[in-house]
């Protein structure tokens, strides 16, 4: 069954210093390959891997919230909390640590095991990171892994993070290095690997995943995952976000993706980081169930649970209970 589609020796051009080669990569063409095969072989491919590696009915639930709103410097084409796109989205400063912890214990309550702390920012200050720092030992405190997506770090601000009990760091490439320069132009894609690098040496899990659906072709989601596969070690969270398309973006308005596209994405990030709690993120608000159990079929074992993202919605948690029973996928 291995056939020529199974890892080689061999590796793209694009992966930078940050991201060193010691073991068998994926090429592009090769994660080409996978995507192209007759649908009903890919999902195959992928469950038996699944299942070699996780309890095929289980899911990981983490709640988002989004702790600081708005009024971002950044130019990311696909973001409603980009200063200089008009999206009605209202600029929010720190959410104050009480109004955190209530979130959380509410997450918790309601059966998320993870809580992740969202920020509009470039990257955080210091005074901000002080604050973040704060949340982060409040939410580990009442028994959640902790997560916090902050933008780019600078040399230090990881290992106060892992100080402070942090568990898993999101930051994500987004798109394949070809595809990027279209999407952002304010930070670039050397930035990101460079945030990774912090993250992964300050020995926080990395959680790091790219967007579908902003008008790219399949050789550019074959880009997207053979960055995220290749790097070393590939990430323990991989979030794939179908991209929620909101007016006053640039990318509103873009053709939207086939959806079994995007089932197809979800194996290949399944076939080629075994490991990997790879979650279906954002986009399932538009999502029919039966394209979210071809997702769960595909090797997603982990998905946003809480009736908001950072700034759009998300399925109701009470929806979501339902959808998870009858699919018999039980909550880790
Ligand atoms: N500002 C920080 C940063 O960019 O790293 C953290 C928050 S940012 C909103 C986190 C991630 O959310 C982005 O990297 C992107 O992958 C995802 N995201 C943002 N807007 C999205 C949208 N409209 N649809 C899908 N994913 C989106
Ligand atoms: C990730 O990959 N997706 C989440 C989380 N990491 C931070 C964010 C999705 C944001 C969707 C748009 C919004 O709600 O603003
Ligand atoms: Fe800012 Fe992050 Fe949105 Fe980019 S994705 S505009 S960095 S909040």
């Keep these: 069954m291995k056939g020529n589609l199974f ?98 214990a509410a997450a918790k309550a309601r059966g998320a095991s993870r809580f992740c702390m969202g920020a509009a920012w470039r990257g955080p200050k210091q005074r901000d990171l002080d604050k973040v720092i704060q949340m982060v030992s409040a939410v580990k405190a009442l028994g959640m892994e902790t997560c916090t997506t902050l933008g780019m770090l600078r040399p230090g601000q990881a290992e106060q993070l892992k100080e402070a009990g942090l568990d898993y760091y999101n930051h994500n490439l987004d798109t394949s290095p070809e595809f990027y320069d279209e999407i952002i132009t304010t930070r670039d894609y050397e930035d990101r690997l460079g945030t990774l690098e912090k993250v992964r040496n300050a020995g926080i899990n990395v959680c790091c995943g790219g967007i579908v659906g902003m008008g790219e072709s399949r050789q550019i989601r074959a880009g997207l995952i053979a960055q995220l596969a290749n790097l070393d070690p590939y990430p323990e969270s991989v979030p794939i976000n179908h991209l929620v398309q909101v007016e006053g973006t640039p990318l509103f308005g873009t053709d939207v993706l086939d959806p079994l596209e995007f089932v197809r994405t979800i194996a290949a990030a399944r076939i080629t980081m075994p490991e990997a709690m790879v979650r279906l993120s954002a986009g399932r608000k538009e999502m029919p169930e039966a394209v979210q159990a071809l997702c769960f079929l595909s090797g997603a074992n982990s998905i946003f649970y809480g009736d908001k993202l950072l700034t759009t919605n998300n399925p109701e948690a009470e929806q979501d209970k339902v959808l998870l029973e009858k699919l018999g996928l039980h909550p880790i």
């Design 7 to 104: 890892r080689e020796h061999a590796r793209d051009s694009f992966v930078s210093d940050a991201n060193t080669i010691s073991s068998p990569r994926w090429r592009v063409a090769e994660i080409e390959e996978l995507l192209n095969l007759p649908f009903n072989d890919l999902l195959y491919r992928a469950q038996v891997i699944h299942r070699q590696h996780h309890d095929a009915n289980s899911v990981q639930l983490s709640t988002l919230v989004s702790v600081k709103t708005g009024g971002c410097s950044e130019d990311c084409g696909y973001c409603p909390q980009a200063a200089r796109y008009h999206t009605g989205v209202e600029n929010q400063g720190m959410l104050p640590l009480e109004e955190v912890v209530e979130a959380a």
